[in-house]
């Protein structure tokens, strides 16, 4: 418990004190209103938030410049084959070489939440990669399984009540579906564990269906959510990058090193250039990222399995994961603080949202997760465990996956971040992260769901 309360105050207290204070920030307006301006407070975080730090920068979000028919050089970019769009009032123009604003939101979001999903990477490819990874054999198939319900079931009611919600509602909220498949792994897991006691059957399941929604989301984010036009081209910039680094600073001081047991060559790639190729090909990789159109966030992904790494992890919330010396560990290790305080700055600049922006898709996200999680993890784990055979960890019933999906449902950090990429800053943006935010029921629901379901406890 005391390795859960650690990873807590060290990736998820900040984020809840930044969050808290956006919430209060954005709505100072019902609280000290300013005379004559009624948004006053709003329009004064959003401005913070929105805060240029370079204009015309070589990274930062993109503006492409608009050239309109009137502009002498329309009608020889059309000559050219550039693609004529129209305005909604018949004004025909073309897309023209644009230029990158580097904001504060893009510098956190963009930039730093890399090291985030780094992170989150890294005990993905522990889990499938190594020998006893814990998304290997057997044992992971019904959490396999259950989750691909965890998915699924949010995305079939988030879409299923904004069709009801008719067809205006849902074109402007269908492409938040991917909200409530997330599942923040350190909050759930101390929750699971409140719920279930340490030695529970169901607190392994809970954590492997965990990493394995992580491993989802980091898919749904590259494919499904883009950051601008598509340049896949630059990928091989990102892929170079990985490959480069892999042989030169991985596979070749070992290759020199075969049937040597001081292992001279890796001794010093180790010991004089220690992370900073990675480091290099991390930043190469994320400009191809950006560049590709892909969200920058996801942009050091390919470089986490280049990383030596040790023949074997513990787990995320084992006591013995802080003592491997391996350069991938020492790396995340060194990561750990810098990432706290990222983590702080994602919640203060995405979290402030007015309460008068709560909207349909504030219910939708929340029914997502509370009906589509728990419904779709019983019904597929179900499938997975009877029909299928694959049978489900010795100690656990049926019926405590109805109480996972409910402690599963608590999205937080991920349905934050996937909000604010899903949609335009906005009315339904805000709602959307509302509904994020309001996630965290699902720890009563579960507490209440465990209770009703005579969950036996099991500390040991």
Do not use: C
């Not at 060290?10 to 000290?32: E, K, P, R």
């Not at 300013?34 to 370079?54: K, L, Q, R």
């Not at 109805?402 to 599963?408: K, L, N, P, S």
Request: hydrophobic share 55%; proline share 5%; aromatic share 14%.
């Amino acid at each position: 418990m005391y390795r859960v309360w650690n990873f807590l105050t060290n990736y998820s207290l900040l984020l809840i004190f930044g969050a808290l204070i956006a919430l209060v920030w954005a709505n100072l307006d019902l609280i000290a209103p300013v005379a004559g301006d009624p948004h006053y407070w709003a329009d004064a975080y959003h401005n913070f938030v929105e805060f240029v730090i370079w204009d015309h920068a070589p990274i930062g979000h993109y503006h492409a410049a608009h050239i309109a028919a009137t502009d002498p050089t329309f009608a020889e970019m059309v000559a050219a084959g550039a693609e004529v769009h129209t305005e909604a009032d018949g004004t025909q123009f073309v897309y023209g070489e644009g230029h990158r604003t580097l904001t504060l939101h893009y510098l956190v979001n963009d930039l730093l939440m890399a090291f985030f999903f780094a992170i989150a990477a890294k005990e993905v490819w522990e889990a499938v990669a190594l020998e006893n990874g814990s998304l290997r054999g057997k044992k992971a198939a019904t959490p396999l399984f259950a989750t691909a319900g965890g998915m699924f079931g949010p995305i079939a009611v988030y879409l299923g009540l904004a069709a009801v919600m008719g067809s205006e509602t849902y074109s402007a909220v269908a492409n938040g579906w991917a909200i409530p498949t997330a599942t923040d792994i350190a909050f759930s897991y101390l929750i699971g564990r409140l719920v279930f006691g340490a030695g529970h059957p169901a607190v392994r399941f809970l954590l492997l269906l965990a990493i394995a929604d992580d491993a989802a989301g980091l898919i749904i984010l590259a494919v499904f959510y883009p950051s601008g036009e598509l340049a896949p081209v630059w990928l091989l910039l990102s892929l170079g990058a990985a490959v480069a680094v892999f042989l030169l600073a991985n596979w070749l001081p070992r290759k020199l090193d075969r049937g040597n047991q001081d292992r001279p060559n890796s001794t010093w790639v180790r010991k004089y250039l220690s992370f900073w190729p990675y480091l290099l090909a991390a930043a190469a990789s994320w400009y191809g990222f950006m560049m590709s159109g892909l969200h920058p966030a996801l942009g050091l992904l390919p470089i986490v399995p280049t990383i030596p790494h040790a023949d074997r992890a513990f787990g995320i919330f084992s006591e013995a994961e802080q003592y491997l010396t391996d350069l991938l560990n020492m790396i995340e290790h060194a990561l750990k603080h810098p990432v706290e305080i990222v983590l702080f700055f994602f919640g203060l600049f995405n979290a402030g949202v007015e309460f008068s922006s709560i909207g349909p898709a504030t219910w939708l996200v929340l029914a997502g997760l509370l009906i589509g999680k728990p419904v779709g993890i019983l019904l597929f784990g179900w499938v997975a465990a009877k029909p299928l055979k694959l049978g489900i960890p010795q100690g656990m019933r049926i019926i405590d996956l109805v109480v996972i999906g409910f402690v599963a449902a608590i999205g937080f950090t991920v349905s934050l971040f996937v909000a604010s990429v899903a949609f335009q800053a906005g009315a339904v943006q805000d709602a959307a992260k509302m509904g994020a935010l309001f996630s965290f029921a699902a720890a009563l629901v579960a507490i209440l769901a465990g209770k009703l379901f005579r969950v036996e406890k099991q500390n040991f």
